[in-house]
Structures are given as structure tokens and as C-alpha cells.
């Protein structure tokens, strides 16, 4: 009886696309502990756990990246550090939120291995194909019109054709309650994770894994992440898909 249960527990574990726990590696250690990273950002570690973000996503050394909306450039500036010199940022911004950032994470980076372009929000075009698609906060943007009406199955499919075989895509956003639709979506600045998983697998990916480092259960996902009793400390997930 101990066998089979151990045997069902073990096929269970081996069936479900859950994150394990996961020593951090040194060359992601040396990135978040980099002197050269900005005080604003390092103030913000203990909310938003680089190292586990990292970690889980597999960014490694050498590796071509793909990163959305890398605004002032929080983990730009680590993912730079990781991939070192063999490896390369490419990051894709929305042309309407660029305030001058762009060149200003570009010319930062001491490898410079990152490469900033502006485009409409939801376009990608990057130069050539990519190890990792990185999405962090902003996958949910895309439901929000005003920021520039996107396709989200052709976004998708785009990221899917960008990456190698066996690429990953990398999400993290704030979790919302179940029916949360696009006008929700713009108040609250939060998508469910369910619909991101159904609209990413429609494209080809496979989910390999979820994380829960930054789940967060004082969260009932009924306020604005910019709430100022709530921001920092949404419930969020990470959600890594593969490209088979």
C-alpha cells in the first residue's frame, strides 16, 4: 500500500507543471548584487524577488532574450548582466510610453549586449530568434485598447515564431478573480492567470511550469494594483511555456 501510494504520488508530481524550489545560481546572485544597479531599484528586491524570477524563468549565460515593455529598465539591466557578453537584450518598448528611458537603459548596461526598439505596443519584430520571451506586469496591457488595440492570438503566435524550439515564454502578472473581462482588465490592471495560460497555449506553447514566489494571499484581487493599500504587494503568478 505504501508503494502504490508513493508510485501515485510520484506520477502526480511528474504530471503537474509546478514549479520545485530552486537554488539560485551564481551568475544570477552576481547580477542582483551588481553595484552598478540603482538605488530605486534595489529598494524594490524585497517586493519583487529578482533572484526567484530569474531563477525560475532560466535565464542563463550566453542567452538571446526578448523583453516587452522593459520600461526603466528593473530587470533589463539583470537579464544584461546574466547573458553577459556572449549573449543579448533585445528589448521591445511601446513608442508612446518611451520618455527617454530606452536610451538611457541601453547606454547603462556595462556589456552592451541590450538593443532598445520602439514600436507599436504589441508588435514584435526582433532580428533574430530568440532563447527566452520575457513578459513581466504587462502581459494584461494588451486586453487595454487604449494603449494600442492588440490582437492577443496573433501577439502570441509572433512571440511563438520569435523563439527557438524549445524557447521559453516568460510571464509574470497580478492575478484576478475569475470573469474578469478587458473593461475590468483596464480598471484593475490584472488578468487571470487561467486566461493567460488558455491564450498562450493557443498559440503552440506548453506550460512547463508555474511559480508562486510572489503569491500573496493578504490580495483579493478586487482592488487596483496601483491601490495605494495593495501596491507592491499583489498576488501574482509566473507562468513559464515552452515551445515544443
Known amino acids: 500500500m505504501l508503494i502504490r501510494s508513493f508510485v501515485a504520488a510520484l506520477s502526480l508530481t511528474l504530471a503537474t507543471p509546478f514549479a520545485t524550489s530552486a537554488a539560485t545560481p551564481d551568475y ?31 535565464v542563463k549565460p550566453g542567452m538571446k532574450v526578448g523583453e516587452l515593455a522593459p520600461g526603466g529598465g528593473y530587470f533589463t539591466r539583470m537579464l544584461s548582466d546574466v547573458v553577459g557578453p556572449s549573449g543579448h537584450i533585445y528589448g521591445v518598448e511601446n513608442k508612446q510610453w518611451d520618455d527617454g528611458s530606452d536610451a538611457k537603459v ?65 510571464i509574470t502578472d497580478h492575478q484576478a478573480n475569475p470573469g474578469t473581462d478587458d473593461a475590468q482588465i483596464a480598471k484593475l490592471h490584472r488578468i487571470e492567470k487561467a486566461q493567460v495560460i488558455r491564450e498562450v497555449e493557443a498559440a503552440g506553447f ?23 493599500s495593495i501596491r507592491g504587494h499583489t498576488d501574482q503568478y509566473m507562468l513559464r511555456f515552452v515551445k515544443p
Open 28 to 58: 544570477v546572485s552576481k547580477a542582483v548584487a551588481d553595484p552598478s544597479r540603482p538605488k530605486a531599484d534595489t529598494d524594490r528586491d524585497a517586493l519583487r524577488l529578482p533572484a526567484e524570477t530569474i531563477t525560475f524563468a532560466g
Open 106 to 170: 541601453a547606454a547603462a548596461v556595462k556589456n552592451h549586449n541590450v538593443t532598445m526598439q520602439d514600436g507599436q505596443f504589441g508588435d514584435v519584430h526582433l532580428p533574430e530568434k530568440v532563447d527566452l520571451f520575457w513578459v513581466t506586469q504587462n502581459y494584461h496591457d494588451m486586453h487595454i485598447a487604449k494603449y494600442n488595440p492588440v490582437d492577443i492570438a496573433t501577439f502570441n503566435k509572433d512571440v511563438f515564431d520569435a523563439l527557438k524550439p524549445g524557447g521559453v515564454y516568460f
Open 206 to 228: 506548453k506550460l512547463a511550469g508555474e511559480g508562486d514566489a510572489l503569491h500573496r494571499t493578504g490580495d483579493d484581487h478586487t482592488k487596483s494594483i496601483f491601490d495605494k
